[in-house]
């Protein structure tokens, strides 16, 4: 069942290898005490009835002290459930969305609000913001790398601009990574399974110099053989690659002073994306054939066939090279300095992303559109500082400033192939092929944009306790910020017009215009905006909190640079969001049981979205960003997660979420009904890529089997399952989008040592192969088309903690 090739072997005896140093004396110098990390792993209470500690206000609190919405997930959970990347996250948070065509084209959602399910537009930032060790991504394409050596990620759910910063409308992902120790310490697995799938993970940890430098070195590899099959090019693809390594230096040269400086560097490839045939429609909705609709286009090609619509079978067609490749790395500087009754603290980052796309833009094994590509080097710098009281006295208080720079340069290419021109041309065309021919064969036209942001805030948080029970927080944040790009799309292939016919000539330029015409401009804005909170917490018992919160946040505007229909203004409008939300927060049966409600009512004015519509009176579709008049957002969360006895714990999340468009007239057309007119009423309709009803159940078991070699040997099982219902996976609310609900489970049963030199476990994701899409998109033409779930792997897992 597993196969693998010499190199894969050879990487997976290195790092079997790696996970078994010569010296175990670190493991016989910590035998006498128990380590708490393995403990908390091992001891299947460890995760649900210990205090769990965040930093969702800037602070460390218990999670169960903060008047905020938020899901944790541990370095235990994570390891239960094999879970290291944020998409495969998002099976145990059900508030958390997220969908990825590739990298780049990835939306995060909370509460259904975070960004719109379309194409990604470098002008256009995510409402959800995204934090590793208090640094903000600016751009959400890196966030899909595999997580290294993770502490804990805390999952914040509605706005959080008032510590956060302006773009964290929908909610805040805040990851923390291990911190560097001064005693030794060492964890590493190895990991093998089907599609010949390995993964290699390491930590190590200690001190240089006593009480003075620390140091952490981790790493990563995971390599997969690809879930789909060309045809046409007789090969594998949706393969994965990454590899991660991250350094971390701890400086404390007084009591009161840390230092943290980290560098990290992640490099991913994969042969995707690869679109399969999912469905086909011929007629509109009443009944109307479709013009020039892909059955029709496919019949003009002798030797091409229909494709065959079987989206499991898991093959593709595409003749043109794709791939979605990517660079990720960065360094950081933290400061800590304890004042006495405050304490400073300074993060200063720089940031690289680099995005080196190739996709076939018609999915067929036809010349059509041979590149249809927008590659990224993105460059941001950050500065935060902020003063926090830590007296625990009646008033405490957070205050800052951040500063954010960040630069996109873009580069655009489209190109067409030999097909072009009778694929495209429709029988009513009233200029001749030879036009066509002469327009798009061998066409190729380039862009460059160059989204700039600077960004400036001051903010500030106070808690004020009325009485030992009764607190008030309240919050605001000034941010000012300038926004500036250009736009140039230029022809870089093809006949050289000049030299046809005058008449020939005038008609390719007609062509060539709908399909990527010659455009250069410029703008820029400057915006100013207000956010802030106010909640009111009641702490009615020792084990209970009961919290209710008013939000004001805003997203900032976005700059459309691409190629734009007239009277569409380059400059989008920011969104406004007015939150409402109550909760409350709880522990039963002395802390072994909790169990956390929250409710929530948001309001969005001018939300940013993706338009997809087809240019007038040709065959060509075009993108930008738009506002949207008004969005509501409204439902409830609930959380339940507890230990029955020493060797059973259990957690459950469910939620629901009911996020409509309130005012939205003028939205684009659904394909099916595109003879109706371009545009449609939405109003009322549930956002794209939004389920109403999401839950999520997970357990843990274990049982112990007696003492091997001095070490105390158990038995452990993990099982999780996770469901979302139908959603839309397109901005025009097309019946073909409609995703059918779905559910996953995944399980892993194991033996280890419980002082966790040893553990060897086995696992399988989507353990009942439940066939399913992530998206669906429906074209112009009919055809529509997907990307697929994965199906079932299994595999097995090794892993030693010393």
Known sequence: MFTHSPDHRLKFLLGAAFLLPAAPAWADETEAATTTEAAAAYDAAGDYASEIIVSARRRDESAQDVPIALSVVGSDTLEATGNYTLTQVQQIVPSLQVFSFNPRNTNINIRGLGSNVALTNDGLENGVGFYIDNVYYGRVGQSQFDLVDLQQIEVLRGPQGTLFGKNTTSGAINISSKK??????????ASVGDY?????????????????????????????????????????????????????????????????????????????????????????????????????????????????????ARRGEADSHYQSNMDGYGVSGQIDWNLGSTKLTSITAYRWWDWNPANDGDSTSLPVITKAQQANRQRQFSQEIRLASDSGGPIDYVVGAYYFWQVIKGKGASA??????????????????????????????????????????????????????????????????????????????????????????????????????????????SDDSISGL???????????????????????????????????????????????????????????????????????????????????????????????????????????SGAVGEHFSFYASAAYADTTYSDYPNAPQAPERLNLGGKQDLTGEQLPGVPKFTYTLGADAWAPLGALGGRDLALYAHADYSHRSTFNTSSSD?????????????????????????????????????????????????????????????????????
């Not at 560097?180 to 697995?189: I, K, T």
């Not at 040893?758 to 998206?775: E, G, P, V």
């Open 196 to 312: 010949g799938y390995y993964q290699l993970r390491g930590s190590a940890s200690g001190g240089l110099i006593d009480d003075l430098l620390a140091v952490r070195l981790s790493g990563s590899v995971t390599e997969r053989r690809g879930f789909l099959y060309n045809d046409t090019q007789n090969e594998r693809a949706q393969d994965y690659s990454n590899w991660s390594v991250r350094g971390q230096l701890l400086f404390t040269p007084t009591s009161d002073l840390e230092v943290r400086i980290i560098g990290d560097f992640a490099r991913q490839k994969q042969n995707h994306v690869l679109n399969v045939f999912a469905d086909y429609f011929g007629t509109y909705e009443n009944g109307a054939a479709i013009p020039n609709s892909f059955a029709e286009r496919a019949a003009r090609f002798p030797g091409y066939s229909f494709p065959t619509i079987d989206p499991f």
């Open 734 to 802: 097309s019946r073909y989008a409609d995703v059918p609900g779905f559910g996953i489970a995944n399980a892993r049963f194991g033996i280890r040592t419980e002082d966790g030199l040893f553990d060897l476990s086995i696992w399988a994701r989507n353990l009942f192969d439940k066939d399913y899409f992530q998206t669906l998109s429906a074209a112009n033409t009919g055809i529509v088309t997907a990307l697929i779930g994965e199906p079932r792997t299994i595999g097995a897992t090794i892993r030693t903690k010393l």
């Open 534 to 640: 106010a909640t009111l917490s009641w702490q009615f018992s020792g084990d209970a909190l009961a919290y209710a919160t008013y939000s004001r946040g805003n997203k900032s505007g976005g700059l459309n640079l691409t190629s734009l229909p007239p009277g569409i203004d380059p400059n989008v409008a920011p969104e406004k969001v007015d939150s409402y939300e109550v909760g409350i927060k709880t522990q039963w049966l002395d802390r072994a049981v909790t169990f956390n409600l929250a409710g929530f009512w948001t309001e969005i004015s001018d939300y940013q979205t993706a338009i997809t519509e087809q240019v007038p009176n040709t065959v060509n579709f075009r993108q930008y960003i738009a506002n949207i008049p008004d969005v509501r957002s409204r439902g409830i969360e609930a959380d339940l």
């Open 416 to 525: 067409y192939g030999p097909a072009a021109a009778l694929w495209n041309r429709p029988a009513t065309s009233p200029l001749p092929l030879e036009a066509w021919e002469a327009a798009v064969n061998g066409f190729e036209a380039n862009s460059t944009s160059d989204p700039r942001t600077r960004s400036y805030a001051l903010f500030g948080q106070l808690d004020w306790k009325f009485t030992d029970s009764l607190t008030l927080t309240a919050g605001l944040r000034y941010t000012h910020e300038k926004k500036s790009g250009s736009f140039h799309q230029y022809h870089v292939a093809g006949v050289d017009l000049s030299t046809l016919p005058p008449e020939l000539a005038a008609q390719a330029a007609i062509i060539r215009a709908q399909f990527n015409p010659v455009t250069d401009y410029s703008t820029s804005f």
């Open 180 to 189: 560097p120790s001064f005693d030794p310490e060492f964890s590493g697995e």
